[in-house]
């Protein structure tokens, strides 16, 4: 005999069916109305079904320099997920051994999880004004004392060009890919140290002492040995690293300097664009953000796919 359902199951589905609404009825929403045509408005009924927005929002009509913006967060999203993916293993390596005072870098790295994110960005833009401050100084500093000089050395006047060129051409330090990034790994680096301090803790060692007796370097042990083994592993966190980055706004917005990225165009165009324009570069954010999910889960099933056909390999050459 079945048991029916009871009355508890279908009061959690509907509690679960209305929570997938309201996690994702928003973008599903977005999406709809950035397909609307020319003489569509903000809100339903749609008014015809075209590609009408889409191709305003990359013309620049109504949204100026969005592809340069869009460019931005796709050269900082990468640069951070190389970035993140190298120190994460590296430190989840380090960190295999204790060494005085793990306990308190460990804390210090992830301690920006923590802290809200507009008070890091406004710290690090903080930072980087002392920094041009510095710099300029250094350089009336230098012009103020070398470079009248027309019979000093080879040296002094290096000395003076160089604070001429501090003085007439420095701006400031802050941008993209020097407090820009910066502001970045304080958001994407703890969740890759946390992923691989995770896998190292987890993993054999008795893998890499099996490739060193049979004379592989240190080098090639985590070339051939760790690197596969933990590949599905930094495909979840370029992933992490990548998403974060390309969706982060308080900590962008105090230190990138003059460029913008997407999402800080995104909200800066909720106040001033009234047209679904807007909705379009909605739907493209989104796009990109499920390309770059879908690109994860295929080099991770690429990768399981590898490891299960050398080891059918290497079963069939013992037998």
Not at 270 to 285: E, F, K, M, N, Q
Request: no cysteine; hydrophobic share 50%.
């Amino acid at each position: 005999m079945t048991e029916g359902r009871s009355r508890a199951f279908y009061v959690l589905s509907a509690v679960f069916a209305l929570y997938v609404l309201f996690l994702y009825g928003p973008t599903l929403t977005i999406l709809v109305l950035s397909f609307q045509g020319p003489n569509g408005g903000m809100t339903f009924p749609m008014n015809g079904l075209s590609l009408h927005w889409f191709h305003n929002l990359w013309a620049g009509i109504g949204v100026p320099n969005v592809v340069d913006a869009l460019i931005n967060s796709l050269k900082l999203g990468l640069v951070v997920t190389l970035v993140t993916v190298v120190i994460s293993v590296m430190a989840g390596y380090a960190f295999r051994r204790k060494f005085k005072g793990a306990d308190l870098l460990f804390f210090t790295a992830i301690a920006s999880l923590i802290l809200p994110s507009i008070v890091v960005s406004l710290g690090i833009a903080l930072e980087f004004q002392l920094f041009n401050q510095g710099i300029k100084s250094f350089g009336d500093f230098l012009v103020d004392n070398y470079a009248d000089l027309d019979n000093a050395t080879m040296w002094t006047n290096f000395l003076g060009n160089t604070g001429i060129l501090i003085q007439d051409n420095f701006q400031t330090l802050m941008g993209l890919f020097t407090s820009g990034i910066g502001a970045h790994l304080t958001w994407t680096l703890p969740f890759g140290l946390l992923i691989m301090f995770a896998v190292f803790n987890r993993f054999n060692p008795a893998y890499e002492e099996a490739a060193r007796d049979l004379g592989a370097s240190s080098w090639q042990t985590f070339r051939h040995v760790v690197l596969p083994m933990i590949a599905p592993s930094l495909v979840g966190v370029a992933l992490f690293g990548f998403t974060l980055s390309w969706d982060e706004i308080a900590r962008s917005s105090q230190t990138v300097g003059a460029v913008n990225t997407l999402p800080l165009t995104l909200r800066g165009l909720t106040t001033t664009v009234t047209t679904p324009v807007i909705y379009a570069l909605g739907t493209v954010t989104t796009a990109v953000s499920f390309a770059v999910i879908a690109m994860a889960i295929l080099g991770m099933l690429i990768v399981q796919h590898r490891r299960r056909r050398h080891g059918s390999d290497a079963g069939k050459g013992t037998t």
